[in-house]
């Protein structure tokens, strides 16, 4: 079964200067949270680059695991796709949108829509805590 996150931000900056900041060098560490003890391992290419990757190591329990992503859509100043090719979920495609709000503001929509592994397992033992 799968689940479906939507967060909604309103920014005061326009949907173009978003998305630039989303897809410079860097902001994946810029917006990854410090509890999260996340760290990228590699990138290849640009969040704005259909194909480019990135390798991150995430925390899973008591261990640490290979997460690997690959960027399978774009729409430059508009939206760009993220999607797990493996990792801790059995599915993971993460859609941030870029909608412009007049000439100096815009709404970062981020979409996530995950599967987590083990079925109703799973959902018992991290359901919570993922969303």
Same mark, same amino acid.
């Given at each position: 079964?799968?689940?479906?996150?939507?967060?909604?931000?309103?920014?005061?900056?326009?949907?173009? &200067? !978003?998305?630039?900041?989303?897809?410079?060098?860097? !902001?994946?560490?810029?917006?990854?949270?410090?509890?999260?003890?996340?760290?990228?391992?590699?990138?290849?290419?640009?969040?704005?680059?259909?194909?480019?990757?990135?390798?991150?190591?995430?925390?899973?329990?008591?261990?640490? &695991?290979?997460?690997? !992503?690959?960027?399978?859509?774009?729409?430059?100043?508009?939206?760009?796709?993220?999607?797990?090719?493996?990792?801790?979920?059995?599915?993971?495609?993460?859609?941030?949108?870029?909608?412009?709000?007049?000439?100096? !503001?815009?709404?970062?929509?981020?979409?996530?829509?995950?599967?987590?592994?083990?079925?109703?397992?799973?959902?018992?033992?991290?359901?919570?805590?993922? &969303?």
């Amino acid at each position: 079964m799968n689940e479906i996150l939507f967060k909604r931000t309103h920014l005061p900056v326009p949907a173009e &200067r !978003a998305f630039q900041w989303h897809v410079e060098a860097g !902001a994946l560490e810029r917006l990854t949270p410090s509890w999260e003890e996340a760290g990228v391992i590699a990138y290849i290419g640009r969040a704005d680059q259909v194909g480019s990757r990135v390798t991150l190591s995430v925390k899973e329990g008591p261990f640490r &695991r290979k997460w690997i !992503a690959v960027h399978t859509a774009c729409e430059p100043g508009r939206m760009f796709r993220d999607e797990q090719v493996s990792g801790p979920f059995s599915r993971w495609v993460h859609t941030h949108s870029f909608v412009p709000d007049g000439e100096n !503001a815009s709404w970062l929509e981020d979409r996530v829509e995950y599967k987590l592994p083990l079925g109703w397992l799973g959902r018992i033992v991290a359901g919570a805590y993922i &969303r």
